[in-house]
């Protein structure tokens, strides 16, 4: 059963907490949600107990809202995120130049702005064919690919490498070439081992698809999430 507090008592949320629809703390889902807030407290140092609990529960209750924009802007969409900063909020990136007014969204616990960002150069799907299109370049010039990281809201490819930091500079002049080929920004992370299952991962989630975290910000695409996860999630596509 869930219920609205004030406060909570179990040990990790021990506050005063904003008016949120959470699980009660002493139920499966309510230690579920102390792990969340540990962690979301862990990314997001500046922001309070009360706080995350909040963004938490506002997120949970914009699901079906971003599952609409995902819908009603499918010719159009590059990528949807939820940002941390000013505040929490729904970024929808669009290609095209064709302007888009700002919205907002009423839930139980808050309100959340839709702000919109047009002109980019990629709907999502073209950007994962175009990766996908590149693949056995990329796997040909870099060696020792462990993981590939895609943008689509900023045109970036972020390519994993079992090598180590020696290997990635000697590898600045070929990443120069790829980037002219490929029309991408292109950048190697190094001593990265290869995850289970990973191949193109979209913000840290394998192409699976499992479910992680992205550190800044958090890319959706949109599917029904498991009981007791955090919709504040990336997943990746299959490519």
Do not use: W
Request: net charge negative; glycine share 6%.
């Amino acid at each position: 059963m869930k219920r609205k507090i004030l406060g909570c008592s179990a040990a990790l949320l021990v506050s005063t907490c904003a008016l949120a629809q959470v699980p009660d703390a002493d139920t499966q889902e309510g230690k579920e949600m102390q792990i969340q807030v540990h962690s979301y407290m862990s990314e997001h140092p500046s922001v309070s107990i009360d706080e995350a609990i909040t963004r938490l529960a506002v997120q949970g209750e914009v699901m079906s809202d971003i599952e609409a924009l995902r819908i009603e802007f499918a010719d159009r969409l590059t990528e949807l995120s939820i940002k941390d900063a000013p505040d929490q909020h729904i970024l929808v990136q669009l290609k095209g130049p064709d302007p888009v007014a700002d919205r907002t969204i009423n839930t139980e616990s808050g309100t959340t702005r839709v702000v919109f960002e047009v002109g980019h150069k990629y709907t999502q799907d073209e950007f994962y064919a175009l990766l996908a299109k590149h693949r056995p370049l990329l796997h040909s010039a870099i060696p020792g690919i462990t993981g590939t990281t895609g943008f689509p809201g900023e045109e970036r490819v972020l390519i994993d490498i079992n090598g180590d930091s020696r290997q990635a500079e000697e590898l600045k002049d070929t990443i120069k070439k790829l980037e002219r080929v490929t029309g991408l920004k292109i950048e190697v992370r190094p001593n990265m081992p290869k995850s289970v299952n990973a191949e193109y991962v979209v913000g840290g989630a394998p192409s699976n698809p499992t479910i992680a975290t992205a550190p800044q910000d958090f890319r959706l695409f949109i599917r029904p999430l498991d009981k007791g996860v955090s919709p504040l999630r990336r997943i990746a596509p299959t490519i």
